[in-house]
């Protein structure tokens, strides 16, 4: 059992105090049960305060709360929920997709060749076409 300082217990106290509270004003009629989760918050209190304060606070029977923390440390600890479900799961690519690339293959007259494979969004081709056919070869 851990020990928490009295300022956080009280706000504790306090948080439960206020769910007991919406509950009371959003139930359907006055005889509803109080839901089992409202329970074990407030049984989970009890190994701070004592049952009588959480009670009086929680404006619940002091001995429902004893019987129920009774029953519950008393009960082996639920198991995890087994129900199966649908997940997804998004497949990744084992390789990166790269992305489009532009190719270009160019030959001027004497034979040159420039073949260029760029993965750049705006290549200046004209510049590039202009330059090659423009300028002359080595062995020419």
């Not at 105090?17 to 009371?24: L, Q």
């Not at 304060?53 to 198991?79: C, D, I, M, N, Q």
């Not at 497949?91 to 007259?109: D, K, M, S, Y």
């Amino acid at each position: 059992m851990r020990t928490i300082p009295p300022a956080q217990a009280e706000h504790q106290l306090t948080q439960v105090a206020n769910c007991f509270e919406e509950w009371r004003q959003t139930r359907t009629t006055r005889a509803e049960p109080i839901p089992q989760h409202l329970w074990e918050q407030a049984i989970a209190l009890t190994s701070t305060f004592p049952i009588t304060r959480v009670a009086t606070r929680l404006r619940v029977s002091g001995g429902e709360l004893k019987k129920r923390g009774a029953a519950y440390h008393a009960a082996p600890p639920a198991p995890a929920s087994t129900a199966l479900s649908f997940v997804e799961v998004m497949a990744t690519p084992v390789r990166p997709t790269p992305p489009a690339g532009t190719e270009i293959e160019l030959q001027r007259p004497d034979g040159t060749r420039l073949r260029i494979h760029t993965y750049e969004p705006q290549l200046p081709v004209a510049t590039l076409v202009r330059t090659f056919l423009e300028t002359p070869g080595c062995f020419s």
